[in-house]
C-alpha cells in the first residue's frame, strides 16, 4: 500500500544509519557536534526550475539536490557532515523513482561522508527537494567579505560547461561532458578547506561569474578587473559559448576565491599538489566598477547573470 510512510521506509534504506544520538524517526534529529563552529545552509531543487523529468534521471536529481548544499559548505572551507531531506511529490510520483532518487542522493553522501539525519515528505503538483546541509570549520570561515584591493582572483575546474550542458539537453543531447556537469555537478569540498588555509573571501558560482562576482565585490566594498583570455573555458564551451559562457553560465558550482598577494604562491603550490585546477583570471580593486577587459584590451559591460524572477525556467 502506497502511504507516506512507505515512502520514507524505501527513501531512508538507501542510506546507512546516521551516527548521531537520534536520527531519522523522531520529531527531531539530535545531533552531537564538536566544539568547531557549524555553517548551516538551505537550498531546492524544483521541478520546471532546475529539471525536467524528461532531460534527468532520478538519481541525477538526487545527487543535484544535494550537491547544491555542499557546494555552499565548500565555499565556507567546511567539512559537510549531516543534513536534512524535505521532499515534495506528486501523489501518483512511482515509489521505484523515488528509490532510484535516493540512490543517486545517497552515492554523493557517502563520497562526502554526510549523513542524512531527518527531513519531511509531502505532496504537491510538482517534485521538489529542499535540503538543508551542516558542515564543521576547522579554521574561520571563508565568507564574502573579505576581499581586498590587490587581492588575486582565481576560480576552479573550468567555466560554462554546465550552461552548454543545458544547451544541448534541449537540443536533444544526452550524453557528454558538458550534459554531465549540467545533470550531476561536483562540489569542490576539498578545495574549499584547502583554500580556507589561504584565501581572504570565497563564494560558489551557482548564477553565473559575473554575478556572483559583484555579490562578492559589494560584500567586501572592492571592484575587480577581470581578463576574459584567462578564463578556464574548454574548447567546446569557446566553440558554442565563447567568453560569455564563462561569464553567465549559471550552475557550474566551481569557487570563486580571493588571495591575498603573500599567499598566492603558497596556496599555487597546495592546490598542484591536490590536484586541485584554480586559474588566476584577475584582481581586486579599490575603485568599486568591476572592469572585463577582453583579449584586444578593450572594455565590455558585466552582463546579467541567472535570476530565478527575471528569466524563464532554465530547463524546458
Not at 172 to 180: E, I, L
Not at 204 to 214: E, V
Request: hydrophobic share 40%; glycine share 10%; net charge positive.
Amino acid at each position: 500500500m502506497r502511504g507516506e510512510f512507505s515512502f520514507i521506509e524505501r527513501f531512508l534504506s538507501a542510506f546507512p544509519r546516521a551516527r548521531v544520538p537520534l536520527g531519522p524517526g523522531d520529531d527531531c534529529a539530535v545531533l552531537a557536534p564538536s566544539r568547531r563552529p557549524l555553517c548551516v545552509t538551505t537550498d531546492a531543487v524544483v521541478e520546471e526550475v532546475h529539471f525536467t523529468r524528461a532531460h534527468f534521471s532520478p538519481e541525477d536529481i538526487g545527487h543535484k539536490a544535494l550537491a547544491v548544499n555542499l557546494s555552499d559548505l565548500a565555499a565556507m572551507g567546511a567539512t559537510p557532515r549531516w543534513f536534512l531531506c524535505a521532499l515534495a511529490l506528486p501523489r501518483d510520483f512511482p515509489m521505484r523513482e523515488l528509490v532510484r532518487m535516493a540512490r543517486g542522493m545517497a552515492a554523493l553522501a557517502r563520497e562526502h561522508r554526510v549523513a542524512l539525519v531527518g527531513g519531511n515528505f509531502t505532496s504537491a503538483r510538482e517534485l521538489s527537494l529542499t535540503l538543508t546541509a551542516a558542515g564543521e570549520l576547522q579554521r574561520p570561515a571563508l565568507t564574502r567579505h573579505g576581499g581586498r584591493p590587490g587581492h588575486l582572483l582565481y576560480v576552479s575546474g573550468t567555466l560554462g560547461e554546465a550552461r552548454l550542458g543545458l544547451d544541448l539537453l534541449r537540443q536533444g543531447h544526452r550524453r557528454g561532458t558538458a550534459v554531465q556537469r549540467q545533470r550531476r555537478p561536483q562540489p569542490r569540498v576539498a578545495l574549499g578547506r584547502l583554500a580556507s588555509r589561504f584565501a581572504s573571501a570565497a563564494m560558489d558560482l551557482s548564477d553565473g561569474l559575473a554575478q556572483d562576482l559583484g555579490h562578492l565585490c559589494e560584500a567586501s566594498g572592492v571592484g575587480a578587473e577581470v581578463e576574459l583570455s584567462h578564463l578556464p573555458l574548454s574548447a567546446a564551451v569557446r566553440q558554442a559559448l565563447g567568453f560569455d559562457g564563462g561569464l553567465r553560465g549559471g550552475e557550474d558550482y566551481e569557487l570563486l576565491l580571493s588571495v591575498p598577494p603573500a599567499r598566492v604562491a603558497a596556496f599555487e603550490r597546495a592546490c598542484a599538489r591536490a590536484g586541485e585546477r584554480v586559474t588566476a583570471i584577475g584582481v581586486l580593486t579599490r575603485d568599486r566598477r568591476r572592469v572585463l577587459r577582453d583579449p584586444q584590451g578593450r572594455l565590455i559591460p558585466p552582463p546579467p547573470g541567472f535570476d530565478h524572477f527575471r528569466v524563464r525556467p532554465p530547463v524546458d
